[in-house]
């Protein structure tokens, strides 16, 4: 009854768990919709976002995100939003998804788990933002095989969703800027029509 119980409790929170997730992607594509601009433009910023939020360079994600966005001509409004990919929910599955990638493809020491996760933890937690940076250096200077690992195997985790959400962005997107470029049109046409039936009434009174 109790293994019943705690089986039942466990399938609970997982589908909490994916319910969670699916919301934070939902709340992203409605940000995505708001944005306007040229499709590709906007695309690729989304997926420079997206590729920077899985790799474990936390602290510095948006600053990254911006930067490459800067030099690969994105949307650095489109790529701040794309690093909001990694969150409290998706960080533990991207960073020890990064890591055992990275051991599969590249060789390397399969342990690390325990490391792992308490720089994940610390990464969740509301410290200091310099204190976070103190313990990352730490883990860094002790963990650096490890480190290595996840972040080469956390690459290679991240091209199918970068993408696939520069694709789904654009196809967004796309639909949003040829619905504004008709209505922007057909404004313009209406302006030429005002404007031309108001020289033609001039004409008359002439």
Same mark, same amino acid.
């Given at each position: 009854?109790?293994?019943?119980?705690?089986?039942?409790?466990?399938?609970?929170?997982?589908?909490?768990?994916?319910?969670?997730?699916?919301?934070?992607?939902?709340?992203?594509?409605?940000?995505?919709?708001? =944005?306007?601009?040229?499709?590709?433009?906007?695309?690729?910023?989304? /997926? &420079? !976002? %997206?590729? *920077?939020?899985?790799?474990? +360079? #936390?602290?510095?994600?948006?600053?990254?995100?911006?930067? =490459?966005?800067?030099?690969?001509?994105?949307?650095?409004?489109?790529? /701040? &939003? !794309? %690093?909001? *990919?990694?969150?409290?929910? +998706? #960080?533990?599955?991207?960073?020890?998804?990064?890591?055992?990638?990275?051991?599969?493809?590249?060789?390397?020491?399969?342990?690390?788990?325990?490391?792992?996760?308490?720089?994940?933890?610390?990464?969740?937690?509301?410290?200091?933002?310099?204190?976070?940076?103190?313990?990352?250096?730490?883990?860094?200077?002790?963990?650096?095989?490890?480190?290595?690992?996840?972040?080469?195997?956390?690459?290679?985790?991240?091209?199918?969703?970068?993408?696939?959400?520069?694709?789904?962005?654009?196809?967004?997107?796309?639909?949003?800027?040829?619905?504004?470029?008709?209505?922007?049109?057909?404004?313009?046409?209406?302006?030429?029509?005002?404007?031309?039936?108001?020289?033609?009434?001039?004409?008359?009174?002439?």
């Amino acid at each position: 009854m109790k293994q019943t119980e705690q089986k039942s409790s466990l399938s609970n929170e997982s589908i909490t768990y994916w319910n969670k997730i699916k919301k934070h992607f939902c709340s992203l594509l409605e940000k995505i919709k708001k =944005l306007q601009g040229n499709p590709h433009y906007i695309a690729m910023g989304m /997926a &420079i !976002g %997206v590729f *920077v939020g899985m790799t474990p +360079t #936390i602290p510095f994600h948006t600053a990254l995100a911006i930067a =490459l966005a800067f030099v690969l001509r994105g949307s650095k409004p489109a790529a /701040a &939003i !794309g %690093v909001w *990919v990694a969150n409290p929910l +998706t #960080i533990p599955l991207f960073y020890y998804g990064g890591y055992k990638v990275g051991v599969f493809f590249f060789g390397g020491n399969q342990g690390g788990g325990p490391d792992i996760d308490a720089m994940t933890l610390t990464l969740e937690s509301s410290i200091p933002f310099l204190e976070k940076m103190v313990l990352i250096k730490r883990f860094l200077s002790h963990n650096l095989g490890v480190a290595c690992m996840m972040l080469a195997g956390s690459v290679v985790l991240a091209v199918i969703p970068t993408i696939a959400s520069y694709f789904i962005t654009r196809k967004l997107v796309a639909g949003t800027y040829t619905s504004v470029k008709v209505i922007s049109k057909a404004r313009h046409i209406k302006q030429d029509i005002n404007r031309q039936s108001g020289e033609e009434s001039d004409d008359d009174i002439a």
